[in-house]
Each structure stands twice: as C-alpha cells, then as structure tokens.
C-alpha cells in the first residue's frame, strides 16, 4: 500500500503556463516532505522541500504547499518552461534528518513550446 | 568533483548470477544509500550507511549485501539473481546522516534478469 501517492502519471501544460503537480500520503508520521525532478538518464535532483509546521516554502519559479489536515501537498511552477519537462517525485520522511525516505511514483510533466 | 558515479550503466545477467554495482562518492559524505525504481513506483531504499563500517536495512533489503569499508565507497551485492531484481539503481549520498534534502544521485544502473 503506497503511502505517497501521486496520481497523476503524467501531465501536459504549455510553456509561461502554472504547472500544479499534486502529492497525498496517509502516515501522520510524515512531517518533512520534498521534491525531486528527474530527467532521463540521470539521477533524482533535489528541488524544493517543507517542513509540517509550514504551510507554504518558495524557490524563485518553484512554490510548495501543504494542507496537512488534508494530508496533501502540491508543486506549482510559475511560470513553465520547456527544460522543466521531467518526472517530478514527490518524497516524504517522518522528520528532517530521517533516513526512511517514502517516494511517490512521480508524475511526467512535459512542458510544451 | 565527480560528484556520486555509478558503475556499469547497464548490465543483463542471468537468473543465479552474482555481481556487485559499484558507487563512489568524492564529496567526503558520510551518509550514503542506495534505491531501485520499478515502474508505476517510486524509489525505494534498499540499504543504507552513515559511515564507514556502519551499515543498516531500508523498505526492501532482502537478496542485496552492502558494506562500506571507505568513506568513499558503497557497493551493491546481488548474490544471485532473480527476476524481480530487474530495475534501476540509484545511490545516493549526503554529507551529514540524514540531512535529506542534500541528498546527491548517481545516474543510475539499468539492471535486467533473465
């Protein structure tokens, strides 16, 4: 049973358009939650991360948002541009600094000129 | 820098083969690990180090050996081969135990078992 969930494989939007990718996990346990991107033929690149007593973490393009009571979090990117096209991951840890990394299944974004 | 490398990038072995992946830090890091990604899910730790000598299970440790006897290397042991071992490798590394967020990623290794 996937405790990160992000269930949307994939996802298209065209380029200085709002990308939203969207995460949901079920363990009440999770209190750090971070992204990834990932291109093709390369590892997993860290992107953005939150900590449970935010709701909300910004990174020039990149915003993260959480709802804890809703146990979800969403990336939004403002605006897309075609090299953000990759497999975003959403991960989760039961505090920063724990080792037991949860990752969702990740969503492909392609961001189209 | 090189960063974390990972060796080979592709490997095909038959059901009952052993072999050993290779991962090498040159950022002094002392927490390293690796993952395999399947399909339709995420990544999943397999094992983990946060030093040399020390080693520990992650989520799917079963029929994979590791050991860290340099601070600079974790390699990767499948002792013999089963299909369900095919997937992609990635390992892994930070420079204090558990800081997530600085996290590095090799390229990972493509593994497939016939």
């Known amino acids: 049973d996937q405790q990160v969930k992000q269930n949307s494989p994939s996802l298209s939007v065209q380029e200085g358009r709002i990308s939203i990718l969207n995460c949901d996990y079920t363990n009440s346990m999770f209190d750090y939650f971070l992204w990834y991107k990932k291109y093709p033929a390369e590892g997993p690149t860290f992107l953005i991360s939150?900590?449970?007593?935010?709701d909300k973490n910004e990174d020039g393009r990149f915003t993260v948002f959480l709802n804890k009571s809703a146990k979800h979090l969403s990336l939004h990117i403002v605006p897309s541009q075609p090299g953000d096209s990759a497999v975003y991951f959403c991960a989760a840890t039961p505090g920063r600094g724990g080792q037991n990394f949860v990752f969702g299944p990740g969503t492909r974004l392609s961001v189209l000129p | 820098n090189a960063g974390v490398t990972q060796t080979p990038k592709f490997q095909v072995l038959k059901t009952g083969q052993s072999m050993t992946l290779q991962c090498a830090q040159d950022?002094?890091?002392?927490?390293m690990s690796w993952y395999r990604q399947d399909p339709g899910m995420g990544l999943r730790l397999i094992h983990y180090?946060?030093?040399?000598?020390?080693?520990d299970q992650g989520e799917v440790p079963n029929g994979y050996n590791v050991s860290r006897s340099t601070t600079e290397d974790f390699p990767l042991r499948l002792l013999s081969a089963a299909p369900s071992q095919t997937s992609v490798y990635f390992c892994?590394?930070?420079?204090?135990?558990?800081?997530?967020?600085?996290?590095?990623f090799g390229p990972g290794t493509r593994l497939t078992v016939l």
């Open positions: 939150i900590s449970s007593i935010k």
């Open positions: 950022m002094n890091h002392e927490y």
């Open positions: 180090s946060v030093g040399a000598g020390i080693t």
């Open positions: 892994a590394s930070s420079p204090l135990a558990g800081v997530t967020d600085t996290q590095y």
